[in-house]
């Protein structure tokens, strides 16, 4: 399971007239995971789907009710999370559909340690042009912050992950196009873009 945490960069937040209060959440299911070099359908009737890179941080032991003082101790490693979405109107209530396609949730590839996880370059490249970036120097709700959040209500297993939040100014991308997310030195999480039909074709039991 991957959870998700949308309106996390102090760059979105400072403009809202209510900014949260409390990290904002959303689940991708099951359904949703695929990995690295996995094809990513863009839906029929759609005019564009978005992109969103992440860092991820990785579970390495079950978590509840965990102090954020302690909550870094939980942490396997990091990882990349590319949350793909329709386009939304709303942050503070993601709309399930919008974010819940199959295979909208690439994770990966690896789990790494990193030096300081609040220190790391995000980009998002589309056909290789960087299209996005951002910096987890800018997450308003910080790792420890976020696992403590979520830990009081909701058991985190082992192997579960936490994606910390998606840089502002999303792109739109189409069937044909490559993607690919990027942790700067440290990893690349790359998936193709393909209709509908050739996902099921790919994808078919």
Known sequence: MVIGVALNLTSEVAVLDCPPKAPVLCIKPENTLSSHLAS????????????????AVVLGRRARRVDRLRALDYVKGYTLFNDFSLRETSLFRPP??????????????????????HDVTLRCRVNGEIRQEGSTRDLAFRIP?????????LTLEEGDAI????PPGRVDV???DSVTVEAVGALALT??????????TRNRP
């Open 40 to 55: 990513v359908p863009h839906p029929d009737g759609v005019p564009a789907i978005q992109p969103g890179p992440s860092l």
């Open 96 to 117: 399930v559909r919008s974010k819940c396609f199959d295979s909208f949730g690439p994770l990966g590839p690896g789990v790494i340690p990193l030096e300081d996880p």
């Open 145 to 153: 912050e976020l696992i403590e959040a979520i830990t009081s209500f």
């Open 163 to 166: 994606a910390t939040g998606v």
């Open 174 to 176: 189409v069937a044909g």
């Open 191 to 200: 998936n193709f873009i393909v209709s509908e039909d050739e996902f099921r």
